[in-house]
């Protein structure tokens, strides 16, 4: 964890998944060729094939560690199931206006629909958004810097209603964190889902695969909508809005108000 960056997450998926193969695979005394299949085929036959894959590429992970720091001579590899591929649902742009244009009364409520409005605008994880604080937001010059997997960071740009919203909610409590508890401590993921599933309810919009992370799938879909390709990644207003915020900073503000339209 100290020496390569991990993330508390990922040391508990490796924890995880080094439990799973002693489970499976029964002995760890000696790690071979036949043992790391039978992992995978008594695993199978218990849990779906999606964690099961999970589990071997992080054990592949330590299997590579061993190899590239000369443990063992051979590069070994937990071999992979195979996975049915479906196309994941998302929330059709109809859901998404029902969602926006909720008002809410409460504190929590509240709290909730500017989590979802940045979400909806910027295609951020949810837990990129519930780690957010107060001076990664760039009001001035319409951006917001994220902290995600292996604690990299990423700015990206949000249009001027999404700052409205954020602004609003921001002077209704003085703590760093963004979104927060009432007394300042960050929340937990469990908690922001239930209330997630309060406002669906209340303006009647079916729940979809993955909840908070359908929202990135929304954002991507109307990325490529808006004229973005997966080999031209500068082609919708927004993401030219991005591109120059790392090459002219100081004439960003009246350029991101024309591509947030």
């Known amino acids: 964890q100290f020496l390569c960056g991990a993330s ?16 499976y695979a029964g002995c760890t005394c000696e790690i071979t060729g036949d043992r790391l299949k039978s992992f995978t085929l008594h695993a199978s ?17 330590f299997l590579t560690w061993l190899f590239e720091n000369g443990h063992v001579g051979t590069h070994m590899r937990v071999p992979l199931t195979s996975v049915e591929k479906r196309i994941l649902q998302t929330y059709a742009p109809e859901d998404a206006r029902k969602i926006i244009k909720y008002k809410p009364q409460s504190r929590v409520r509240k709290r ?5 409005y940045l979400l ?3 295609g951020a994880l949810v837990s990129e958004a519930l780690s957010l604080t107060r001076k990664n937001i760039d009001f001035d010059n319409l951006l917001v810097t994220l902290r995600g997997k292996g604690n990299k960071q990423r700015r990206v740009p949000i249009s001027i209603e999404c700052r409205k919203r954020l602004y609003h ?15 300042g401590g960050k929340l937990r993921y469990d908690n922001v889902r239930r ?9 009647k919009v079916e729940k979809t695969e993955g909840s ?24 919708c207003p927004r993401a030219q809005a991005f591109r120059l915020a790392q090459i002219a900073p ?8 024309v591509g947030a339209k």
């Open 169 to 183: 909610w921001l002077a209704s409590h003085g703590h760093d964190l963004v979104f927060c508890s009432e007394g």
């Open 120 to 122: 909806i605008n910027t």
């Open 8 to 23: 508390l997450a990922t040391v508990r998926i490796y924890s995880k998944s080094w439990a799973a193969y002693k489970r």
């Open 212 to 235: 908070f992370h359908a929202f990135r799938r929304y954002f991507g879909k109307q990325y490529i909508r808006g004229g973005g390709t997966a080999s031209r990644r500068w082609a």
């Open 45 to 61: 036959q218990e849990i779906k094939p999606g964690s099961v894959n999970a589990y071997a590429r992080s054990v592949n992970s």
């Open 195 to 203: 209330d997630f599933l309060v406002v669906l309810r209340a303006v």
């Open 250 to 257: 100081q004439k960003l503000n009246a350029k991101l108000k």
């Open 112 to 116: 909730i629909m500017a989590l979802l």
